[in-house]
Nanobody
Framework: QVQLVESGGGLVQAGGSLRLSCTVS?????????????MGWFRQAPGKAREFVAA????????YYADSVKGRFTISRDNAKNTVYLQMNSLNPEDTAVYYC??????????????????WGQGTQVTVSS
């Protein structure tokens, strides 16, 4: 099946930076090419609902951000590597969560809702200490 694998999580002090990576396979187990129209990052803290962080439309590179991370986080993609990145700067303890990447294989007018994504990674832990 289609696989999304996150990496780059870890422990960082407040004010520091981390870069998360998510690589997606472009072929399904059946051998068909997987075409993804957009990818996104979500996060979930213990006891809280999963929330939108950022998204990018693959072809044009149009980006979207949650208000809570705008100006601090940057989402980008490398077409050749089939990888999406989340550069996180000026981290604070409120950013502590498991971060998940997701992909959608059809066009969606909105990318803010988790329910529009077809595929999800396993998540990577980000912990920001005071």
């Amino acid at each position: 099946q289609v696989q999304l694998v996150e990496s780059g999580g870890g422990l960082v002090q407040a004010g520091g930076s981390l870069r998360l990576s998510c690589t997606v396979s472009k072929r399904t187990a059946s051998g068909r090419t997987f075409s993804y129209y957009a990818m996104g990052w979500f996060r979930q803290a213990p006891g809280k609902a999963r929330e939108f962080v950022a998204a990018i439309r693959w072809s044009a590179g149009t980006t979207y951000y949650a208000d809570s991370v705008k100006g601090r986080f940057t989402i980008s993609r490398d077409n050749a590597k089939n990888t999406v990145y989340l550069q996180m700067n000026s981290l604070n303890p409120e950013d502590t969560a498991v971060y998940y990447c997701a992909a959608v294989d059809t066009y969606r007018a909105t990318l803010y809702r988790a329910g529009v994504y077809n595929y999800w990674g396993q998540g990577t832990q980000v912990t920001v200490s005071s």
